[in-house]
């Protein structure tokens, strides 16, 4: 198992920036300690609302598809 959370990214004077969430946050450092950096990424509230926001999307784009 991957030990960093894959939406994480270094940017500029050191920050992390969270890429699973929809501004662009830069996790504190408990959210780093708890999730982010380590293999416990995936219990993280932000990447599970973004992987509940992309099930729903395919989801209803499916949906979608079956009515034509």
């Known amino acids: 198992?991957?030990?960093?959370c894959p939406y994480l990214r270094l940017v500029d004077k050191g920050d992390?920036?969270?890429?699973?969430s929809l501004t662009n946050m830069i996790p504190s450092p408990i959210e780093l300690r708890l999730y982010c950096t380590t293999e416990d990424h995936y219990?993280?509230?932000?990447?599970?609302s973004?992987?509940?926001?992309?099930?729903?999307r395919r989801g209803a784009?499916?949906?979608a598809a079956a009515h034509f």
């Open 1 to 4: 198992m991957q030990d960093e």
């Open 16 to 20: 992390c920036v969270c890429t699973a």
């Open 43 to 48: 219990r993280c509230p932000i990447l599970l």
């Open 50 to 56: 973004r992987t509940l926001r992309e099930g729903a």
């Open 61 to 63: 784009g499916m949906r």
